[in-house]
């Protein structure tokens, strides 16, 4: 096989979810926008909803739309980006509830879908989505005779558990919500495991789920494989790969892998990266290439080996996130379209 196989736990992203669960007495939903983190919408959407998961929360319409046809009706589908222009009929067609953000946007919905669900997203000092503190009091007595069905913010520092701004956010959020009946949420992963001031009646995880920090405790999800095409073995002072930026210093026997930056593995990670034969680490040898890795396996026992791992027990995706500079989230999200999708547990 010439494609590296992705192997997704479906077991360990409900285990993650009900142990995040367990950490609250609300109700627990599950983000799965960006195709569950690239993990795949329909199968995470579906063995979440298996688990309990009534709530989910997408980026955008259209994919609240395909998690809809994957989930058939029932569960509760949450839009952050709200009533866009053009999203009418989809918002009707396949029941979603958009996070309204703005006057502009709860015009719209309101106009375009009277009696239809929405929530209401308040910006409480991230500065991104929803509605500031002047514009949601000169529209709080309005929506509210609307019955929304969720009031949401969302945490800017909650990964950095000692960072004044989760304080200050939490107050915010009271300020604004102060006497309303409707539901709210203001909790990620991260202030999810800042404790129960942050839990309101409805928690919103998305890494934890998928095994990334900062939920340090969570079963990991993804592994990945990769099949060594071939391997070679070379003198003292031969070079390896684009720039010559691998140069020999004893004889050696380089494997040549089938994966590259086109698939997600992010070549600023290059040196700092190891593949694993088991319980042994194998150094990137010189650049990353675009369908390929040059990997040292030199002092490996096997000089043969079929597939090297980038994702396993050894590193996870935020040892590779370090290695390249990035965050969990985006070595999942990077996570390459020419992967076999493997599916377990689920
Ligand atoms: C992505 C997102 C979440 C989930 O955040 P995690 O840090 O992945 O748990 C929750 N709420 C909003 C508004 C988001 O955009």
């Not at 979440?48 to 709530?55: D, I, P, T, Y």
Request: net charge negative; glycine share 10%.
């Amino acid at each position: 096989m010439g494609t590296a196989t992705l192997t997704i736990d479906l077991g360990a992203v409900v285990a993650n979810w009900q142990q995040l669960d367990k950490r609250t007495s609300a109700e627990t939903a599950g983000v799965v926008k960006a195709d569950a983190y690239g993990l795949g919408v329909e199968r995470v959407g579906r063995a979440l909803a298996r688990a309990g998961v009534r709530s989910f929360f997408v980026a955008a319409a259209e994919e609240g739309a395909s998690l809809r046809e994957a989930l058939g009706p029932g569960p509760v589908i949450n839009v952050f980006s709200g009533h866009m222009r053009g999203d009418t009929d989809m918002i009707a067609d396949m029941a979603l509830t958009p996070m309204i953000n703005s006057l502009e946007q709860l015009v719209r919905h309101v106009e375009a879908l009277p009696g239809h669900m929405f929530g209401i997203q308040l910006d409480t000092g991230m500065n991104r989505l929803g509605m500031e503190a002047a514009e949601w009091s000169a529209v709080r007595d309005i929506a509210l005779e609307q019955s929304p069905t969720l009031i949401m913010s969302h945490p800017a520092c909650a990964d950095e558990p000692d960072h004044a701004m989760n304080a200050q956010q939490l107050t915010t959020f009271h300020e604004m919500t102060e006497g309303i009946e409707a539901p709210r949420s203001l909790a990620n992963t991260g202030a999810i495991l800042l404790g129960g001031d942050y839990h309101f009646d409805l928690t919103r995880p998305g890494i934890g789920l998928y095994g990334g920090l900062p939920f340090a405790e969570a079963s990991s999800v993804a592994s990945l494989s990769v099949p060594v095409i071939q391997c070679r073995d070379l003198v003292e002072g031969e070079t390896v790969g684009y720039g010559n930026s691998f140069i020999t210093t004893r004889p050696s026997r380089i494997a040549t892998i089938a994966a590259g930056y086109a698939d997600g593995v992010i070549r600023a990670m290059g040196p700092k990266a190891v593949l694993y034969a088991d319980d042994q680490a194998c150094p990137v040898a010189g650049r990353i290439s675009m369908d390929l890795i040059s990997v040292d396996i030199t002092d490996l026992d096997d000089p043969n080996p079929r597939t090297l791992d980038l994702l396993c027990p050894h590193q996870n995706i935020d040892t590779l996130a370090e290695a390249a500079g990035t965050i969990g989230y985006e070595i999942l999200t990077s996570l390459g379209a020419r992967y076999t999708r493997r599916y377990i547990g689920g």
